[in-house]
C-alpha cells in the first residue's frame, strides 16, 4: 500500500495553473509552471515515466500496440500528464473515498487539492487534445496547438477519468463540470477517429450515471460550434438518441431552462424546434409524444416547465395525421375512467377532488394556455357533454368551474358560426351521442359528482343502477355562458337557439300516432315531442334576461329582426301558441333595451305588429302585439325606463365578474347618491345588497371603493346601513376577511357619521363589545381596535358601558393569550380617556382606569407596547387634569378681582343695595 501523505505532500508542492478557482484569477498560465511541476514529480517519484506509463495502460485496459504508440518522453506536456496521472491515480486506488469509516476519510485540503489536479489534468489530457473544429469556439480555442492528439494517450485519459469521476466527493460545488464537458468532446473527437466499446460505455456512463440535463448542455454546447460532417453527426445522434431515452425530454427542458436571461417561451420554442422535426422515424416520435404527456402531467402546477410540453405537443400534432391519431388517443384515456370505468359497484369512489381537478387542470393548460401554444380547440368537440356535465357537478366558486368554462367557450367561440356553431348546439340539445359515426363522450350512466364535507369538493362515485341521468342542456349551457364574460358568443348562441324554437315549433306531425299501451312508451314520446322544444324555451327566458347579451344584440338587430320576421311569417305565424311566445319574446328585448328599440330594422317589424294587432281574433294576441308596440314606440319619448338608465348601468357593472367594472359602477352609484338621484334613492335597499354583495370580494380597490359606498349611504339610511352591516359583522357563517372588512366600513360610518353617531351608540357598541369577545384572535384583536377608536370618538356617551367595558378589557388582559388583542385592549382605556373633555363628568371611570393602566406601565414583564399604551394613556390624563386644575384657578382668581373691584365695602354699592346684580358699576 502506498504513502498516501507523501502523494498529498506533492500535490501541495504543485501549482495547478489550469484548475478552475486558480484560472479565474489568472488570465495566462505561465510556461515554466508546468517544467517546474515536472521537475518535482520527477524528483519525488523516483519510478521511471515508462513504468508509471505501464502501470496506467494496465490499469486502464489499454493494448500493447496502444502503450506503444504513447512516448511520454517526447514532449515535457506528455510527461507532466503522465506522471500528474499517475500520482492521481495511486491516491484514488489508496483512499476508499467510498467509505464513510474515519480511518478512511480525508481533509478538506486535500479532498481540495485532490479536485484541481483533476481538473488541471483534464485540461492537458482532454481539452488539448480534440478535434481541431471543436477549437472554433470560443471555450477550446485557448487550448488549440498545445498538444497533438495522440488517440491511445486520449484513450487513457477517457478512461481515466470515467474511474475517477465515480468518486462523488470530487463534485463538490460543480467543480467536475467543465471536466464532464471536455470528457465528453475527447470522446466525440475519438470516435470520429476511432470508435471502440469502451467509448461508448463512456458516454453511457455520463447519462447514466452523471446529471443528464449536464449532458444535454454539454452536447447543445458542442453543437453550436461549426463543425465537421462526421462530428456534427455524431453529435445529432447521440442527442436523439438520448432524446428518445427515459427522462430524455425532461432533461432537455431542464437543461435549456438554466439557461440565463432566456424566457419561457423561447425556451419552449428551442425545445419544441428540437424534439418535434419531420427527420425523426415515426416510432421516434411516437415514444416522444409519450415523454411529453408524461411530462405535462408531472410539472401540472409549473407554467412556465408546463407550455414547453405544450407547445411540444401542439408541434408533434401538426406534423402528421399519426401524430394527431395519438395525440387524440391519450386524450381519450384521460377521461376513460369516466367515460367507460373498469368496476360499477354502487357507493365506489371513482376519483377524489384533487385527481379530478389535477384531470381539469392540465386540459386547461392544453387548451387555453395561447392561441399558439394550445391544441387545437376541435378536439374538444366530442368532449363537450362531458365537459358540461362536469361543469353541472361543480360549485361555481371552484377554480375547476372556470376552468371548465374555459375549456367549453374557447371551443364554442372558435366555431364557423353560420353552419358548425349550429349544428353543435343542435347536437346537444338532442343529445345525439353519435350522429354519421362521430361519437360524443359523457359521464357513465351511473356516475355521480357528489359535494363532500366541504362545499367546494367533490367525489365522484358510482350511483344505484336505477340512477337516472337528466340532460338538462336549457340550464347548464344559458348558466355557463351567462356566468362568463363571453358576450358576443352568448349572442351567437342565442340567435342559433332562437332559429331552432322556429324550426321546432312550425314542424308538422309526420303522420299519426300510434296507440301507447305501456308507460315507458308514452314517456319516450313526450320526451321526443316536447323535451327539445322545453329546453330551448328554458335556455331563451333564461338568456333574454341578460342585459349584456341585449346590449350586443343591438349590434346585430338586422339578423335579429330577420328571425324573428321569419318566424312571424313562416308556418308557425298560424299557430296562437307560437305567436304568443314570439311576442313575448319581443316585449323582453325591448323592455331592456335601448338600442334595440331605436334601431332602423325594428321600424321594418312595426308594420306587422300593427296589422297582427287589428286583425287577430285572439284578444291575447292583440294585446301582446301592443304591448310590443308601446315597448318599440316608447323610445322616442321620456320614460321611466329612460330615466333608470344609469341606475341600471351602474348596477350592471356591479354585478359583472370584472373588478375594474365593479370599481367603476361603485363610483357611479356614489356619484349618483351624491346629485340625489331620486331613482337611485327609491332603490337605497337594492344599493345595500349590492354593496353588501361587493363587499365580499378579494381586490382591494373593489371593497375599499364599497366602504366609500357605505360611507355615503349612510346619509340616506343611516339606521339601515349600521344594522345591516352590524349583522354582517356578527355572522359565524362569513368569513374573517370579510367581516373585518366589515368592521372597518362600520368604523368609517359613525367617523361619516360624527356626533350624530350617539343616536346608535347602542347598536355600534354591542357589536363591537360581541366581538371582542370571539375565539378567533384576529377577529377579538380588530373588535377591540374599532372598539377604541369608536370610545373615542362616543367617550361622553359610554357611562352605561363602562362597568362591561372595563371587565371586557380586565378579561382580555387576564386570560387573552393573544398579544396584539391584548395591545388593543389597552388601547380602548387610552383611547377612552383621549376622548374625554371635562374629566368632573367622569369621576367614577377615573379611578379603576387609572389603576389599571398604572399597573401595567409598572410592569417590567409585560409586552413593550401594551406598556406604550398605557403609558400615552397616562400621559393624556395627566394634561387633562392639568389643564382642569389650570382652568380651576384662573376661574378662582378672576373671581377675586371681581370681589375686590366690586367689593361690598365701596359706598357706591351700599347706595345702590336695591339694583340688580348685573347693573352693579
Not at 575 to 594: A, P
Request: charged letters at 20%; aromatic letters at 6%; one cysteine or more.
Amino acid at each position: 500500500m502506498a504513502n498516501t501523505a507523501k502523494y498529498f505532500a506533492l500535490l501541495e508542492s504543485l501549482r495547478f495553473d489550469r484548475a478552475l478557482a486558480t484560472s479565474k484569477e489568472n488570465t495566462s498560465a505561465s510556461p515554466a509552471s508546468l517544467q517546474n511541476n515536472l521537475l518535482l514529480l520527477q524528483k519525488y517519484e523516483k519510478k521511471e515515466l515508462s513504468e508509471q506509463l505501464h502501470q496506467l495502460c494496465l490499469a486502464y485496459q489499454l493494448t500493447t500496440e496502444q502503450e506503444s504508440s504513447i512516448d511520454p518522453e517526447k514532449s515535457p506536456t506528455v510527461a507532466y500528464m503522465v506522471r500528474l496521472q499517475h500520482v492521481l491515480h495511486v491516491i484514488t486506488k489508496n483512499i476508499n473515498f467510498h467509505s464513510d469509516a474515519k480511518e478512511d476519510l480525508i481533509s478538506v485540503a486535500h479532498l481540495k487539492l485532490c479536485i484541481q489536479a483533476t481538473q488541471e489534468l483534464a485540461y492537458y489530457s482532454l481539452r488539448c487534445q480534440l478535434h481541431e473544429d471543436f477549437y472554433k469556439s470560443p471555450i477550446f480555442q485557448e487550448a488549440q496547438g498545445k498538444l497533438k492528439t495522440n488517440p491511445s494517450l486520449l484513450l487513457l485519459g477517457i478512461q481515466f477519468f470515467v474511474d475517477l469521476l465515480q468518486i462523488r466527493q470530487f463534485h463538490l460545488a460543480n467543480s467536475m463540470e467543465q471536466v464532464q464537458r471536455d470528457l465528453l468532446a475527447g470522446i466525440m473527437t475519438l470516435r470520429v477517429l476511432e470508435d471502440s466499446p469502451k467509448l461508448e460505455a463512456a458516454i453511457s456512463y455520463l447519462w447514466e450515471k452523471e446529471i443528464k440535463a449536464d449532458f444535454f448542455r454539454h452536447i447543445l454546447l458542442l453543437k453550436a460550434t461549426p463543425l465537421c460532417k462526421p462530428l456534427a453527426e455524431a453529435l445529432h445522434q447521440q442527442l436523439l438518441g438520448k432524446l428518445n431515452s427515459p427522462q430524455g425530454f425532461a432533461s432537455l427542458v431542464e437543461a435549456l431552462q438554466q439557461t440565463p436571461n432566456v424566457s419561457p417561451t423561447r425556451n419552449a420554442e428551442i425545445v419544441a424546434g428540437i424534439v418535434a422535426r419531420k427527420g425523426f422515424s415515426q416510432q421516434t416520435q411516437s415514444r416522444m409524444i409519450v415523454q411529453v404527456w408524461e411530462y405535462c402531467r408531472f410539472y401540472l402546477q409549473d407554467p412556465d416547465k408546463l407550455c414547453v410540453g405544450v407547445l411540444s405537443l401542439r408541434r408533434f400534432y401538426d406534423l402528421n395525421e399519426r401524430n394527431q391519431r395519438q395525440i387524440e388517443e391519450i386524450i381519450r384515456k384521460h377521461w376513460e375512467a369516466l367515460i367507460n370505468p373498469e368496476d360499477v359497484i354502487s357507493g365506489l369512489i371513482l376519483m377524489e377532488n384533487q385527481e379530478l381537478c389535477n384531470r381539469i387542470l392540465i386540459w386547461q393548460h392544453l387548451f387555453c394556455s395561447s392561441s399558439v401554444a394550445c391544441l387545437p380547440s376541435k378536439l374538444l368537440i366530442p368532449y363537450l357533454p362531458l365537459l358540461l356535465q362536469l361543469y353541472d357537478g361543480l360549485s361555481l366558486d371552484c377554480p375547476a368551474a372556470s376552468q371548465l368554462s374555459a375549456l367549453i367557450t374557447r371551443c364554442l367561440d372558435n366555431r364557423e358560426r353560420e353552419k358548425e356553431l349550429p349544428e353543435i348546439l343542435l347536437r346537444l340539445f338532442k343529445w345525439e351521442m353519435e350522429v354519421e359515426s362521430h361519437l360524443w363522450h359523457t359521464l357513465h350512466p351511473r356516475i355521480l359528482i357528489l359535494p363532500s364535507q366541504d362545499s367546494l369538493q367533490v367525489q365522484v362515485k358510482v350511483a344505484h343502477q336505477d340512477h337516472q341521468v337528466a340532460h338538462d342542456m336549457g340550464r347548464i349551457l344559458p348558466g355557463l355562458l351567462l356566468s362568463s364574460s363571453h358576450h358576443s358568443l352568448t349572442c351567437k348562441v342565442f340567435l342559433a337557439l332562437l332559429r331552432f324554437m322556429g324550426n321546432q315549433l312550425s314542424e308538422e306531425d309526420k303522420g299519426d300516432v300510434d296507440l301507447l299501451s305501456q308507460e315507458t312508451e308514452l314517456k319516450d314520446f313526450l320526451h321526443s315531442k316536447y323535451q327539445l322544444k322545453l329546453d330551448l324555451l328554458i335556455a331563451l327566458n333564461q338568456m333574454v334576461a341578460h342585459q349584456p347579451l341585449r346590449t350586443h344584440l343591438a349590434t346585430q338587430t338586422q339578423e335579429l329582426l330577420v328571425i324573428l320576421q321569419d318566424l312571424m311569417q313562416s308556418k308557425c305565424g298560424y299557430n296562437e301558441h307560437i305567436l304568443l311566445i314570439i311576442l313575448n319574446l319581443l316585449e323582453e328585448l325591448f323592455e331592456g333595451s335601448e338600442e334595440v328599440r331605436l334601431s332602423a330594422g325594428t321600424k321594418e317589424l312595426q308594420e306587422q305588429l300593427r296589422e297582427l294587432s287589428r286583425n287577430s281574433y285572439n284578444p291575447e294576441i292583440r294585446n301582446s302585439a301592443q304591448g310590443v308596440l308601446s315597448k318599440i314606440q316608447a323610445s322616442w319619448r321620456p320614460t321611466k325606463a329612460l330615466q333608470t338608465k344609469h341606475f341600471q348601468e351602474a348596477r350592471t357593472m356591479i354585478e359583472q365578474n370584472q373588478h375594474h367594472l365593479q370599481a367603476y359602477g361603485i363610483q357611479l352609484l356614489i356619484d349618483l347618491l351624491q346629485k340625489k338621484d331620486p331613482v337611485t334613492l327609491s332603490q337605497s335597499h337594492t344599493v345595500i345588497a349590492l354593496a353588501l354583495t361587493t363587499l365580499k370580494s378579494k381586490e382591494s380597490y373593489v371593497f375599499l371603493n364599497c366602504v366609500r359606498l357605505f360611507v355615503q349611504l349612510v346619509h340616506v339610511m343611516e339606521a339601515e346601513v349600521l344594522d345591516k352591516l352590524s349583522d354582517e359583522f356578527l355572522s359565524d357563517t362569513a368569513s374573517l376577511d370579510h367581516r373585518l372588512v366589515v368592521g372597518e366600513a362600520i368604523l368609517k360610518v359613525a367617523q361619516e357619521l360624527g356626533p350624530l353617531c350617539y343616536r346608535y351608540k347602542a347598536v355600534l357598541l354591542n357589536c363591537f363589545m360581541h366581538g371582542s369577545r370571539s375565539p378567533v384572535d384576529e377577529f377579538r384583536m380588530s373588535a377591540f381596535a374599532n372598539l377604541a377608536q369608536l370610545c373615542r370618538l362616543l367617550a361622553y356617551q359610554v357611562q352605561n358601558f363602562f362597568q362591561e367595558l372595563l371587565h371586557l378589557v380586565n378579561s382580555e388582559l387576564t386570560s387573552g393569550g393573544y398579544v396584539p388583542s391584548k395591545r388593543a385592549a389597552v388601547l380602548v382605556l387610552a383611547e377612552l380617556l383621549n376622548g374625554m373633555e371635562n374629566l368632573l363628568d367622569y369621576q367614577e371611570m377615573l379611578l379603576p382606569i387609572y389603576r389599571l393602566l398604572r399597573a401595567i406601565e409598572a410592569e417590567e414583564s409585560c409586552d413593550p407596547q401594551m406598556r406604550q399604551h398605557a403609558a400615552n394613556g397616562l400621559k393624556i390624563l395627566n394634561e387633562k387634569c392639568r389643564q382642569l386644575i389650570q382652568t380651576s384657578l384662573e376661574e378662582q382668581q378672576s373671581l377675586e378681582k371681581q370681589i375686590k373691584v366690586l367689593g361690598i365695602k365701596d359706598e357706591a354699592t351700599i347706595k345702590r343695595k336695591s339694583c340688580h346684580i348685573l347693573e352693579l358699576n
